[in-house]
Nanobody
Framework: QVQLVESGGGLVHTGGSLRLSCAASGRTISTYPMGWFRQAPGNERECVAAISWSGGSTYYADSVKGRFTISRDNTKNTVYLQMNSLKPEDTAVYYC????????????????????WGQGTQVTVSS
């Protein structure tokens, strides 16, 4: 199955930026819708951004809209999450996910919509 490995997490001060990468191996993800989720202690795992397999349609949670940007580079078999103007409430473990069988060119935001998950990368925003 597809292996997903996140990287780019770390410690940043309020207002700083990070770029997360999700590198896929085993299969091409060129036709796979992709998503970024995050989970903070005591909270549900929530979708913060998603992108269609074509890259032409994106979704952002209200809490990150205008600050985060999801993109994909099929040449590198990689999906990115650019995070700007980071806030302490963005602190969480961030996971990337892939859906195997899309129906049309759209995005998916539910955990159960996805088939493959990375191990997660910690993002900590200090005040």
């Amino acid at each position: 199955q597809v292996q997903l490995v996140e990287s780019g997490g770390g410690l940043v001060h309020t207002g700083g930026s990070l770029r997360l990468s999700c590198a896929a191996s085993g299969r091409t993800i060129s036709t796979y819708p992709m998503g970024w989720f995050r989970q903070a202690p005591g909270n549900e795992r929530e979708c913060v951004a998603a992108i269609s397999w074509s890259g032409g349609s994106t979704y952002y949670a209200d809490s990150v809209k205008g600050r985060f940007t999801i993109s994909r580079d099929n040449t590198k078999n990689t999906v990115y999450l650019q995070m700007n103007s980071l806030k302490p409430e963005d602190t969480a473990v961030y996971y990337c996910a892939a859906r195997r069988s899309p129906y049309g060119s759209t995005w998916y935001v539910r955990k159960n919509d996805y088939d493959y998950w990375g191990q997660g990368t910690q993002v900590t925003v200090s005040s």
